[in-house]
């Protein structure tokens, strides 16, 4: 099979690798050679760790390497049998770099958007056959993360939906089908843990060590939201969530946090800038802050628990939602958690672990509190609730 990866970035490379270990044959394309060259050198470096560290052997590197050609101009990917664009987040860029590869790609290419938000169908809408065009969303790094969410458009033909499938599956990948809503599923089911822990912070309950100290203690999360805010990036995280609220027609759902937006402006954007919520040493490690809060262990333990349930029961709800809205299924809203951001469970699989009973309780809870629509229970939990069900996954 022949691929074609539209942007030499750290994600079209990644994706560009998963391929060419497959046994595609790749070209890599950016407008600026520069670029080439450092994700050509970047790979190099990339494959002879993993033969230093035994992973695989030096043949095996020659192969992977031999089977990617980096190319500077659209119509060198003319022979392609499937295109994925890597490029900036910006719709109308990207309409125009897919409405000139179009002219150049037989009609049977399937033409794809790696995409981690903005919606397939307006992207599909720039092409004379739309039906070609699909959502194929790697996380990053591509290499290593398992998660694929695959996005028809409503232009989709089942079969571009069917092949797509195939491809990412054959390249060793999890698939997760996903709705052309925004965020999918990952950005969007994920929106609480970071907007419900800003929100903790801003009410002052408590500072940004203590609320990722909760959810990686009680939680097993690998990192805390705020740990993981900087290594994303805070203006990156923040840009997916006044995108993901604007394109929800504004639901308080996904009300996007006044700090993240200063902490972006002051260009405190986390590991890359040096400080975000925390400060970063020269080799990216935190510099273990002064607690802003002292609490006894009785309270602090108190503190911890209300944190981690509030954090919890919002991601589960959203989850909920998104199954009944009809997102995705059960089975790929949870392996799109644990295999796309590493949730050290499924949310829904968590929510039968703590009953239903109690996510709509939980849930009550908080609305009866601040009177707010963000905090509304899904109707499927109640539904299921009523009924004594379970979620099947």
């Known amino acids: 099979m022949k691929v074609g990866i539209i942007g030499s970035g750290t994600m079209g490379s990644g994706i560009a690798q998963v391929a060419a270990t497959s046994g595609c044959l790749v070209k890599l394309y950016d407008t600026n050679q520069d670029a080439l060259d450092k994700a050509k050198n970047a790979l190099e470096n990339i494959l002879s760790r993993l033969v230093t560290k035994g992973r695989i052997e030096e043949s095996e590197k020659s192969r992977i390497q031999n089977n990617i ?6 119509k060198d990917l003319s022979d392609s049998d499937v295109t994925i664009e890597a490029i900036v987040e910006n719709l109308d860029i990207k309409k125009n770099v897919f409405s000139e590869l179009e002219t150049f790609v037989s009609d049977d290419c399937i033409i794809a958007s790696n995409t981690s938000s903005l919606s397939i169908a307006s992207i599909a809408a720039s092409l004379k056959k739309p039906e070609r065009c699909i959502g194929i969303h790697f996380f990053n790094p591509a290499p290593l993360m398992q998660l694929v969410e695959v996005i028809p458009a409503i232009q989709t033909s089942n079969e571009v939906l069917e ?7 054959d390249w060793k990948k999890t698939v997760a089908v996903a709705k052309d809503t925004p965020g999918f599923i990952v950005n969007r089911v994920a929106r609480p843990f970071y907007g419900e822990a800003l929100r903790i912070y801003e009410e002052g309950i408590a500072d940004f060590t203590t609320i ?43 009300k996007p946090a006044f700090t993240q937006k200063r902490f972006a402006e002051a260009g405190y954007l986390g590991r890359k800038s040096g400080r975000g919520y925390y400060k970063y040493d020269e080799k990216g490690a935190i510099v273990e802050p002064t607690p802003t809060v002292t609490l006894s262990a009785v309270e602090e333990s108190k503190v911890a628990q209300q944190i981690f349930d509030r954090v919890l029961v919002m991601l589960i709800n959203e989850a909920a939602d998104a199954l009944h809205m009809n997102v995705a299924t059960a089975e790929d809203i949870d392996n799109a958690m644990t295999k796309g951001v590493n949730y050290p469970k499924g949310l829904l699989a ?9 996510c709509v309780s939980k849930m009550d809870e908080l609305y009866n509190e601040y009177h707010e629509d963000r905090y509304r229970c899904s109707p499927l939990l109640r539904k299921m609730k009523a009924k004594g069900m379970r979620f099947e996954v």
């Open 212 to 254: 990722d100290k909760s959810l990686k203690s009680l939680g097993g999360f690998r990192m805390g939201p705020f740990e993981l805010m900087d290594f994303i990036g805070n203006d990156v995280n923040y840009t997916v969530s006044e995108t993901v609220f604007t394109a929800f027609y504004f639901d308080p759902r996904y």
């Open 163 to 169: 092949k797509a499938t195939k491809i990412i599956s």
């Open 350 to 358: 968590w929510a039968n672990e703590k009953g239903i009973d109690w």
């Open 69 to 74: 050609s980096y190319v500077d101009t659209l």
